[in-house]
């Protein structure tokens, strides 16, 4: 894969967060990280995360915290993503299928509808 492959996962991918940004605080826009905070401040003073795509050097990183949060977010993800964890809240990839975008649309809804469900977004 060239780096140019990643970037064109790394733009769908954004693409599934881009519409939180108006109510979460964009962190970082370049046209290799995308980081989003919800304004929910925690007991350390920091902001609680929500999600971010960045590319690294062998694939491109999805983070989801609420799937951290709220470990049952990821009781019915299908076997193909979960393939992709890594760790208890982000999925590598090195190219998508609909069948991903899909999925981690619908994830990142489910997630965030529960950060709303506990006050963390308006």
């Keep these: 894969m060239n780096q140019s492959d990643f970037v064109a996962v790394f733009t769908q991918l954004k693409q599934i967060l881009t519409p939180y940004a108006a109510s979460l605080d964009c962190i970082k ?9 919800s304004r929910h401040i925690m007991k350390n003073k920091k902001a609680l995360f929500f999600a971010a795509v960045n590319i ?25 993503l979960k393939k992709r964890m890594q760790g208890k809240s982000c999925f590598n990839f090195t ?8 999925e981690l649309s619908a994830l990142t809804s489910a997630g965030y509808r529960k950060y709303q469900d506990s006050g963390y977004v308006p």
């Excluded at 826009?29 to 905070?37: E, F, I, K, P, S």
Aim: no cysteine.
């Design 29 to 37: 826009d370049t046209g290799d990280d995308y980081y989003l905070n």
């Design 56 to 80: 690294k050097k062998r694939y491109v990183s999805f983070h989801l915290m609420p799937v951290y949060v709220f470990p049952e977010l990821l009781d019915t993800l299908s076997p193909q």
């Design 95 to 102: 190219r998508l299928e609909k069948l991903h975008l899909d």
